[in-house]
Structures are given as C-alpha cells and as structure tokens.
C-alpha cells in the first residue's frame, strides 16, 4: 500500500496542474459560449447580408429556429476559440516530458496547423459563397424558387469549412509520417494516383456537390500534396528517440 500512496504522491502535482488548465479552460469555454449565444443577433444579420444572393430568400421554419442557432453560433466561436488553447496547455503540460527535438516540432506544427485550419476553412467558405450564387441563378433558370431554411443554410456553410480546414491539415500529417520514417517522398511520388483519387471522393462528400465546385475544393489538396512532396524530397529522414 505504501508504494501506491508514493506513487500517488509522485503524481499529485502533475493531477493538480492539469486540474487547473482543464478548470481554466472551461470557465473560458463557458464564456465565449455565452458572448458568442448574446452576439447572435449580430452575427446572424452580417452573416445574412453578406449572403445577400439575388432571388434568394433565407428563412426560418421554427419559431424557435432563432434559439437553436444562438447556440450553435455560441459553441461554434467557444470551440473555435477554445481549440488552440486547448492544444497550447496540452503541450505546456507534455513539455517537460519531450526532447529538444520533440519541442521544435510541436513549436512548429502548432501554429501551422492552425494556418492551414484556417486558409480551409476561409477558402471553403468563399467557394460555397459562389457556388451557392450558380446553384441559386440555375435554379431560378429552371422556375424554381429559392427559399432556403437558414439551419440548413449555415450548417452546410459552417460544417463544410470547418471539414475542409481538417482536410488541409493532411500535409503536415505526411510530413510528421516521412519525419518518422514511416513513409518518404518516394512513396508519395508513387502512389500519386491513389491520393488524387482519393482527394476527389473526400471533397465529393462535401456539400455542394456540382462539378464546378467539386474541382475547385480539390484543386488546392493536390497542390498541397505537390508542395509536400517537394518540401520533403531527397531530406534526411529520421525516427524521434529519447535523448
């Protein structure tokens, strides 16, 4: 029993430190929650006007729809917000655990991923921005009348943009694989095909699913893949070991 409580001894103060980033991280999560539900108004009323697509008409459906998407608005700016602070406790509490080299790669990797959330997220924003426009003049050239339920409307918006954020992580991904000697370049050379191919069917399952915007939401994985390829070739590869 006395080694136990030892042991327990030995971990209690990295338990009370991770308490206390999980306990602050919370209260901060809670907060922006709470903003961003009172801000919604705001948000929804720019969000409409700068969709202001002609012959479209963006709706409600529920008298209560107003109340779901405040919420949805409130944890979507408290992830948004809290994501990043999340992932900088996690890597203050693993520092004193990584070598010199682990702590390079996760000061770098931190704040790329976060780039490359962010240039998926905004470019899927603006391709559905103008995908939507065709879809809407294609509609009103086929006598259909566009009245668009604004859930659905934002989900689609906000769903699809956060997707294509994660997929353009995929380029650090392989270059943390080649780093650890998992894959090389060569390998990434050679099975080009298959990853185009299967860069089209993850895009395909993103909403809107025309051509003309199937393309263009692909078009940058495969120059991402190009750029990782180049970025990692004829580099000296290596496996992370303890120092």
Not at 5 to 12: D, G, M, P, R
Not at 36 to 49: E, I, M, N, P, R
Not at 218 to 242: G, M, Q, S
């Amino acid at each position: 029993m006395k080694p136990f409580v030892k042991h327990l001894e030995t971990f209690l103060p990295y338990l009370e430190d991770l308490r206390k980033r999980v306990y602050w991280s919370t209260i901060i999560f809670s907060l922006v929650f709470v903003g961003g539900f009172f801000s919604s108004a705001f948000v929804l009323k720019h969000f409409v006007a700068f969709f202001n697509i002609k012959d479209v008409l963006i709706a409600t459906t529920s008298p209560f729809q107003f109340a779901d998407l405040a919420v949805d608005i409130g944890f979507f700016f408290a992830i948004i917000v809290t994501l990043p602070l999340i992932i900088f406790h996690l890597y203050s509490f693993l520092k004193p655990a990584l070598t010199s080299r682990e702590k390079i790669w996760f000061t770098l990797s931190i704040p790329l991923s976060l780039l490359l959330f962010i240039c998926g997220f905004i470019y899927g924003f603006f391709i559905l921005y103008y995908s939507f426009q065709l879809l809407a003049e294609l509609n009103q050239g086929l006598g259909i009348k566009n009245i668009w339920d604004i859930g659905t409307f934002l989900s689609q918006i906000f769903i699809t943009s956060s997707l294509l954020g994660l997929v353009f992580q995929f380029p650090l991904i392989l270059t943390i694989a080649i780093k650890l000697h998992f894959i090389d370049s060569n390998f990434l050379k050679e099975k080009r095909r298959v990853a185009f191919f299967i860069i089209f069917i993850i895009v395909s399952l993103l909403p809107p699913t025309d051509g003309l915007s199937l393309i263009a939401m692909a078009l940058p994985l495969v120059v991402l893949y190009e750029a990782t390829i180049l970025i990692n070739i004829n580099k000296k590869n290596y496996v992370w070991t303890r120092n």
